[in-house]
């Protein structure tokens, strides 16, 4: 598709276990950003990456949280030592360089049981 | 902090223009103003973006203010489909300055 997909859709994990969700952007998209939406919120920014490398950190909740991307595509999001509170939706976005609009993935959904 | 202020909730008739408002009055000069809108359980969808100019494409029109402080997102002809949260978004010109998205707008299109 031309779209941004989003793997899983739905992950349900143990409290303490580690997960791994995975971004794939439009094909030629430079940049990527994750976001986060808990239960009736509003979204809140995780990462940014330019390429591969990434400027803007400083969303990320804690030093259980790591993003990387390889080849100036893919990105993993890894929470390790899940926590209830981390339930939320992760969402990816991809866009091209300059003031052009941002196009999400749908999101995976995350539970923390 | 968000940079725009929207009202919490909106209806409109289905068929009819939905207006939906959004005030943005520390706009800085080279900030634009962008929607989009979150349909439940999807991801955000872009719908329109804007400098100084209104602004129209097959999905919705821009309208700002001449003093740039605030903008209107008006959808033509609403319908069952519209019902959503609308994002108003400022944001410079460069790659790499996250959008901050505010609590937006509940548009509720009504039969």
């Known amino acids: 598709g031309a779209g941004v997909s989003q793997s899983p859709s739905n992950k349900v994990t143990e409290k303490g276990k580690d997960v791994e969700l995975r971004c794939d952007p439009i094909?030629?998209?430079?940049?990527l950003y994750w976001y986060r939406q808990s239960l009736g919120q509003g979204l809140e920014f995780l990462i940014y990456?330019?390429?591969?490398?990434?400027?803007?950190k400083s969303g990320l909740p804690s030093d259980r949280f790591s993003a990387e991307r390889t080849g100036g595509s893919v990105s993993t999001l890894t929470i390790q030592r899940t926590q209830q509170e981390d339930s939320a939706v992760y969402l990816c976005?991809?866009?091209?360089?300059?003031?052009?609009?941002?196009?999400f993935g749908n999101g995976t959904r995350l539970t923390v049981t | 902090d968000a940079k725009t202020t929207q009202p919490p909730s909106m209806d409109c008739a289905e068929g009819r223009a939905a207006n939906l408002p959004c005030n943005h009055s520390?706009?800085?000069?080279?900030?634009?103003v962008y929607w989009y809108r979150q349909i439940h359980s999807q991801g955000p969808q872009y719908i329109i973006h804007?400098?100084?100019n209104n602004e129209t494409n097959e999905m919705a029109s821009l309208i700002i203010t001449e003093d740039r402080k605030s903008s209107t997102l008006i959808l033509p002809h609403a319908t069952l489909r519209d019902t959503a949260v609308y994002y108003c978004?400022?944001?410079?010109?460069?790659?790499?300055?996250?959008?901050?998205f505010g609590g937006g707008t509940r548009l509720m299109v009504k039969p």
């Open positions: 990456f330019q390429g591969n490398s990434a400027p803007d």
């Open positions: 978004i400022v944001n410079y010109y460069n790659a790499g300055n996250m959008l901050t």
């Open positions: 976005a991809s866009s091209f360089l300059g003031n052009s609009p941002l196009h």
């Open positions: 094909s030629g998209h430079t940049a």
């Open positions: 520390t706009i800085s000069g080279n900030e634009y």
């Open positions: 804007g400098l100084k």
